[in-house]
């Protein structure tokens, strides 16, 4: 089994590439994306929310930038959500991302018979994992949305993953439910990938992932259930 973590994913307040990394592994890079972007829009929009949002919410981004699952708030273990950043997705994480090797961060490097894509439509995303998984062959997908956390109601400003459908049950330890990541920048096509195993706690490890039709140092990130 590749994996002993829930893998499933976007940030809000990132921090700079390979923060947070194990100790001796290889990253590179320096780039962070900010959390919002020019179409941020002012607290007026907050009318339409529902719980209403909160006075301490800091500014939001209410693109399109594909599917958009409606914001309505958010409850988990009994505290109330109103803020979030991204209401759309983060525009620029859209897309099909694979799973790469940590320490090489080349698309060549093999990982065996593991196979992992991550796919990002507006605020929703899809996930796609095949591979040997305690000593069976299983070909699993997820599908959730995502919500982008403000530090006055979540500390760590992460972002919310909620996995609302999970084929088959159970596969690579997932089940349906909400738990926090975030995701660091290297230039437009390589993402490191921070995920919790559970809401702001659990274990945290982090993962690279390269964008599907770019060429990562002259090796094509090319999707790999594609023959």
Known sequence: MMRTLLLLLVCTACTTYGTGAAPGDAVAGDATHSSLDSESTPDSAAAVDAPPRSAVCG???DGVY???HPWSGFVQAGKTYTCNECRGGYPGDQGM????DF???N???SLGDYRETLTF???TWHEHIAGDDQGKQVDATIDGWFWCADTSELNSGKAVFIA???VPPGAWGMSVGAFTAD???NGDNLRAIGFDTAFDGGTHAEYIYCRVGSVINGVACSDPFQK
Not at 97 to 100: D, Q, T, V
């Open 66 to 68: 594909g599917k958009k």
């Open 103 to 105: 320490k090489t961060e």
């Open 121 to 123: 439509d507006g605020n």
């Open 59 to 61: 500014k939001f981004d």
């Open 107 to 109: 698309p060549a490097t």
């Open 97 to 100: 991302w694979r799973l790469i």
């Open 164 to 166: 609302e459908t999970v």
């Open 183 to 185: 995701i660091k920048s």
